[in-house]
């Protein structure tokens, strides 16, 4: 055979082997619980889950020394500390369970100590 034709056949066969092995493994199962978390980033230079919102922000938010920007609509704090909340739903049970864990970010507890 010639190369090209070998390389199109070689390719084929791959396609037609990981079909057909994608078939035999699919398989149908339903979901028996749900897992998910609300995690606050505990440095610094993190995300904060701490917002408040406005649609008039640059009046709601303002202050003497600080003005807030006109085409903004949440004042997002700082992180400093966190409420961390892990939600796990049993489909099977119909039950809801959460756990919450709250507290200060680890640099924010040299702060304090250092205040």
Known sequence: MYPRMQRALLVIMSVVYCISDAIAQQTTREARAFECGFIYDKIKTGKSGDASCSYTGEKVFSTASKPFPAREHCDTKRVFSFEDIRLNIDFVTNQVAFERE?????????????Y
């Open 102 to 114: 709250d507290g200060l970010a680890p640099f924010a507890v040299e702060e304090m100590i250092d």
